[in-house]
C-alpha cells in the first residue's frame, strides 16, 4: 500500500519503519498480557445488574453503575 509512495520510502529511510515497530510491539505485549492474564470466559450476567431502560435486550450496565 504505502510501500509504492516515494515519501514512504524516503520516510523509512529517515525514521525507520515506525509502524511495522508498533505492530511488533503491540504483538509482544499482547503475547505477554495472554501469559500472564489468559482471556475472560463470557459469562451470563449476574443477578446484580441492572439493565439499562434505553439498551436492547441482554445489555447490562457494569456492575457498580447506578442508573439516572
Do not use: C, K, N
Amino acid at each position: 500500500m504505502f510501500q509504492e509512495a516515494p515519501i514512504y520510502r524516503q520516510l523509512v529511510a529517515e525514521r525507520g519503519d515506525v509502524p511495522a515497530q508498533v505492530r511488533g510491539e503491540a504483538e509482544r505485549i499482547r503475547s505477554d498480557l495472554q501469559r500472564v492474564m489468559p482471556p475472560l470466559r463470557p459469562s451470563a450476567p449476574t443477578a446484580a445488574e441492572h439493565t439499562w431502560s434505553g439498551a436492547p435486550a441482554g445489555l447490562a450496565l457494569p456492575p457498580g453503575t447506578q442508573q439516572g
